[in-house]
């Protein structure tokens, strides 16, 4: 008895409860009487909604499950594959479309949340992404940027940084929102102006469902020409307390949800540098360890429809490191073409407060309040005589910070019409403060601004549903930007048909424009005569029109092959006013924002290309993705030359597979896998001149060739495996994440040996092993 109690006791089947609110999709009413069952359940498991559109499923046994949800009106969905663990509930917020026609016009399609983005005014170049991908991928290191490369159209920069290259743009393209506020570059040691850093600051672990969109994006969207992130913080558990501890790349954390008030809830978590904490403990003996410290939170407390929802919600982030060359052993590379000892700190937050109120039950509006900003602070030393003596070759304290209000109305007229208005205004303060040692040994100030300005938004979009296989999205999008009073109106429009049970076609064209890097407009010149110009402030916006064609085809329900072709058109791109290979569009190959005056709207481009995406969503304990982007990205400056962008690597291909496996019969133990492949054309570079560089002694470019050639193609490969324990009442997690495992050489740069007088070879990241550890309870 001894021996048989412990092992009946081990043996029970653990269960968990699942849990949520149904709404419907446009205008966010919670639905009552929503029948919700649980698939493949024997007896059948069931329940339906309450009079304010809750559900709860108990004793549900743990491991992948599936539900099947109905509603009279209404198209049914079915949701598979949900991960199911003993440590957390699942908590679902679901949304049902109306139907136009009549209900027998249609069947139910499992995973087709997976097939089309959040936001339903999206019609092309738009998907969902969901925490367990993140999660599972090899090669993601929980980072929503590192997961979205491997999409089609999207490529990544380099091995050390998240920046994110959507087809053939400047990373700079890119637009972050979180809940519905648009936000700084959410990445730790991110420089000013940028979108991308070697670790993020979001926290996977709190965030939800979110879209993330590729071209000729919806209304909604603004002030971005490549692309937009539009994540979701979810909300915490409103009736359990649960904790997370993780350990892994992206830091030490540590993570609490529960209920407050009445029926709100709180989700935190903060994290720290796995190195730091590590050093601070034992001196690891390296230099360039990386500090850095996050914070994520949210607040939420629904008060009903009398007084709305409130919501509060931040996120922050604090990095700092050192790149001493003068600290390293004479047998070490340098960190820099040139030695030089950096010290750089970076600093990004951003709080906001929000009220959702439904006036009706067609009609609801949401006030969102918030206060965002950055912060960069770089010294750079030159250093001489063998590295003993140094000179401040380069200073930067600057930052900014951004006030902003948001105002969103949206009302469903009937199943078929849908209007969505809103309007953003940001008050944005700057202090710009650089300066740098020049050839004629003095110190040249190259920007030096306390100032502000103004950035009003506001869009226009209206859904149309001509039928259930039918829908027409259209809009525009306006912005002024008072510095200069430049401003841009953006017609957008989509049209999306489902012409047969198995097949989709869409088009969707519209015009997007972008401001320039804020330290640009504000760039100080002499101008030769003893006084100061900023030579760069009058620049308009950058304008780029998209058009896009796709189709969609689905194999079954786990199936589906999608293909897209598009073109974009830019013009209004600054460039320099004399004959030069400089363009804006090449903003972002390289860190930081180039200090270049004299420019003006002359510049044009162009990109164009193909995608293709197989993929098969988690069914019978695998998954795969595989994706193939064929792109030019070209660009012209004043002289009328065509150029390559900097972007323009010709082609990506991804493949991604990964399986899981039950180790028992009760799903305790679970053992996963997955493997990724990228190929991709080499980084394109400006050459330099070996000869007039040993005559100069330092790096001399020869950028009458910039970006005609090409490193070596791109090739890299990852591999993750990972256990799950799930006890009574904990799960933890083990996992290693085996970065380039073939410890491919892939070239960074080629870089000026002003010793040797030669040139060398820098390359991407080696091999490298990443473990994680994580327990909820």
């Known amino acids: 008895m001894i021996v048989i109690i412990p092992f009946v006791s081990f043996s029970q089947e653990i269960t968990q409860t699942i849990r949520g609110v149904i709404v419907d999709k446009q205008s966010q009413m919670t639905l009552p009487g929503v029948s919700i069952v649980l698939l493949n359940s024997n007896p059948l498991k069931g329940a339906a909604t309450d009079i304010d559109g809750k559900f709860k499923l108990i004793e549900i046994p743990i491991g992948r499950i599936g539900l099947q949800v109905t509603f009279v009106g209404y198209k049914p969905i079915v949701l598979n594959n949900l991960v199911l663990s003993s440590a957390k509930e699942l908590v679902l917020n679901l949304e049902l479309e109306e139907s136009v026609n009549s209900l027998d016009e249609f069947r139910v399609i499992a995973n087709d949340d997976k097939k089309k983005a959040l936001n339903e005014m999206a019609t092309v170049s738009s998907r969902v992404f969901t925490v367990e991908e993140t999660s599972r991928y090899a090669g993601s290191l929980g980072d929503p940027s590192r997961m979205a490369a491997n999409y089609a159209g999207v490529s990544a920069i380099g091995d050390d940084r998240n920046d994110i290259i959507i087809r053939g743009n400047s990373p700079l393209g890119l637009l972050w929102r979180l809940d519905g506020i648009n936000i700084p570059n959410p990445n730790h040691f991110g420089s000013m102006g940028s979108t991308g850093g070697p670790v993020s600051i979001l926290n996977n672990n709190l965030l939800a469902n979110s879209d993330f969109m590729t071209g000729a994006f919806p209304a909604q969207y603004g002030n971005a020409i490549g692309g937009a992130f539009d994540l979701n913080m979810r909300t915490g558990n409103n009736e359990k307390r649960e904790f997370i501890g993780q350990v892994g790349f992206n830091g030490f954390e540590l993570g609490a949800e529960g209920p407050m008030a009445k029926k709100g809830s709180y989700l935190v978590s903060y994290r720290y540098s796995t190195l730091d904490l590590m050093n601070k403990v034992v001196d690891l003996n390296f230099g360039g360890i990386p500090q850095y410290q996050d914070v994520s939170f949210k607040i939420d407390i629904p008060t009903g429809l009398k007084y709305g929802r409130f919501t509060l919600f931040g996120i922050g982030g604090l990095s700092y490191i050192e790149l001493l060359d003068s600290k390293k052993d004479s047998t070490d590379k340098t960190y820099f073409e040139n030695p030089s000892d950096l010290y750089y700190g970076s600093d990004m937050g951003v709080i906001g407060l929000s009220h959702l109120y439904f006036f009706n039950e067609t009609l609801r509006g949401k006030l969102s309040l918030a206060v965002s900003g950055t912060r960069n602070e770089i010294r750079i030393d030159s250093l001489f005589n063998n590295d003993q003596d140094k000179v401040l070759s380069y200073g930067n304290k600057s930052h900014e910070l951004k006030y902003s209000a948001i105002y969103n109305i949206t009302k469903k007229f009937n199943a078929k019409n849908t209007l969505n208005i809103g309007v953003i205004a940001d008050k944005m303060n700057y202090h710009y403060a650089d300066s740098m040692y020049d050839v004629n040994d003095k110190y040249r100030i190259l920007t030096n601004f306390d100032g502000s300005a103004n950035l009003l938004q506001n869009h226009v979009q209206w859904q149309h549903r001509f039928t259930d296989l039918l829908t027409l999205n259209t809009g525009f999008h306006y912005q002024y930007f008072t510095f200069n009073n430049t401003s841009a109106v953006e017609p957008r429009a989509g049209i999306k048909w489902n012409f047969s049970e198995k097949q989709t076609i869409s088009f969707a064209a519209g015009m997007h424009s972008q401001l320039q890097p804020m330290s640009i407009y504000f760039l100080e010149t002499n101008n030769g005569y003893g006084s100061i110009e900023r030579t760069n402030q009058e620049l308009e916006m950058t304008k780029s029109n998209h058009y896009v064609l796709a189709y969609d085809y689905s194999f079954n329900d786990n199936l589906r092959f999608k ?59 695998y998954y795969f993705l595989l994706t193939g982007s064929f792109y030019e990205s070209k660009y012209t400056t004043i002289d009328g030359i065509e150029r390559n962008t900097a972007f323009n690597g010709n082609y990506t291909l991804n493949g991604l597979f990964g399986a899981e496996f039950n180790l028992d019969k009760n799903k305790k ?52 495996i990972g256990y799950k324990r799930n006890g009574k009442k904990t799960t933890q997690e083990w996992a290693v994440d085996i970065q380039n495992i073939t410890n491919r050489n892939n070239i960074f740069q080629v870089v000026y040996d002003q010793k040797e007088n030669k040139l060398k070879k820098e390359y991407q990241q080696g091999i490298f092993p990443m473990v994680t550890y994580r327990i909820l309870f």
């Open 563 to 621: 293909f897209e072709t598009y073109y974009q058109d830019l013009y209004d791109v600054p460039v320099e006013k004399e004959a030069s290979t400089f363009s804006t569009s090449n903003i972002g190959a390289d860190y930081g924002v180039p200090n270049v005056d004299s420019l003006e709207n002359s510049g044009s481009g162009k990109n164009y290309g193909i995608e293709i995406t197989l993929e098969k969503f988690f069914t019978n304990n």
């Open 669 to 720: 133990n679970v053992l996963t896998i997955s493997a990724k492949g990228t190929a991709a054309g080499g980084k394109r570079y400006i050459p330099i001149d070996l000869d007039k560089s040993g005559v100069a002694g330092q790096a001399v470019y020869d950028y009458d060739n910039a970006y005609k050639n090409k490193y070596a193609d791109y090739f890299r490969s990852d591999l993750k």
